[in-house]
């Protein structure tokens, strides 16, 4: 008996609805809305269920994020990604990994929702601009033109510096452990004198409501964090070695972008309804 094309693709699905929302549980929920599509469809009519299935989960995000958009300007402070276990299989696709980092969701997240769609379509899963087009109701050369500006903010915006697993793994267990001892001195060793952390609480956990900027005042407001009861591990979030900590008994993902081997940036997420997947492994695929 031949397998359901939507179970053969539903990891693809997941990963595009993931790219283009930036959250696992919507994500979920776009996936379930094209099941239930899918399942009212004559499969005889259909020539290419995994373009077609594609097209249908793209459109429902783009509704989904539309509709997310408000919710988002009322956000309380930074908003970040959800972060997702991975396993570190997902590295070894460099540009999965890469388009499924924290970084790139971010940088993703300031793009207009067709941009994004289109971005993700054809830069990550390498669609023909034909059925980009088909996924956003548009021309083949619209999806051209709208694809090279979004290639265009994303390169302006996106972290220049690829650093291996290991380095990436060395230099977040210098930080974890630093963290540990909560000495400025040591924090600041680790991070680059431009460091950025961006905190996301949602109004539910205290974080920074602003972008902290500069090594000092970073390695200030993280050894104060330290100061309480403190945990941590390595984990792969999104593709990439990583950080679970816990503070004062309450969890945090810590994601960093490493250039230079130091840190350039470090996103830490707060927010108890972001962190509700560490406990198993997210199934990504291309």
């Not at 679970?244 to 810590?254: F, R, T, W």
Request: proline share 5%; charged share 25%; with cysteine.
């Amino acid at each position: 008996m031949t397998e359901d094309p939507f179970v053969v693709h539903r990891s693809l699905l997941f990963t595009v609805a993931y790219e283009m929302l930036g959250s696992a549980a919507d994500a979920e929920d776009v996936v379930q809305e094209s099941w239930l599509r899918w399942d009212g469809v004559d499969r005889s009519q259909v020539r290419d269920p995994r373009a077609y299935l594609v097209r249908v989960v793209t459109r429902q995000a783009l509704n989904r994020l539309r509709s997310l958009s408000r919710s988002r300007e009322d956000y309380v402070g930074e908003w970040l990604p959800e972060p997702l276990l991975t396993s570190p299989d997902v590295a070894e696709d460099v540009e999965l990994a890469e388009s499924v980092s924290i970084a790139m969701l971010t940088v993703l997240e300031t793009l207009a929702p067709t941009e994004r769609a289109v971005f993700v379509l054809r830069e990550v899963f390498e669609m023909p601009y034909g059925e980009v087009g088909e996924a956003i109701g548009k021309s083949a050369a619209a999806a051209r033109q709208i694809a090279r500006r979004a290639r265009e903010h994303v390169a302006a915006r996106r972290p220049r510096v690829r650093v291996s697993r290991s380095e990436q793994q060395a230099v977040v267990e210098c930080f974890l452990a630093a963290l540990r001892t909560g000495r400025l001195e040591e924090l600041m060793e680790v991070m680059a004198p431009d460091v950025v952390l961006i905190a996301d609480g949602g109004g539910l956990a205290a974080a920074a409501l602003a972008p902290v900027h500069g090594a000092e005042l970073v390695a200030r407001v993280l050894a104060r964090a330290s100061r309480s009861a403190f945990a941590s591990t390595t984990v792969w979030l999104n593709g990439a070695p990583a950080g679970v900590i816990e503070v004062a008994g309450e969890p945090a993902a810590v994601s960093l972008v490493v250039e230079d081997g130091r840190i350039t940036r470090v996103y830490l997420v707060r927010n108890p309804r972001k962190l509700t997947r560490l406990d198993r492994a997210a199934d990504l695929a291309r």
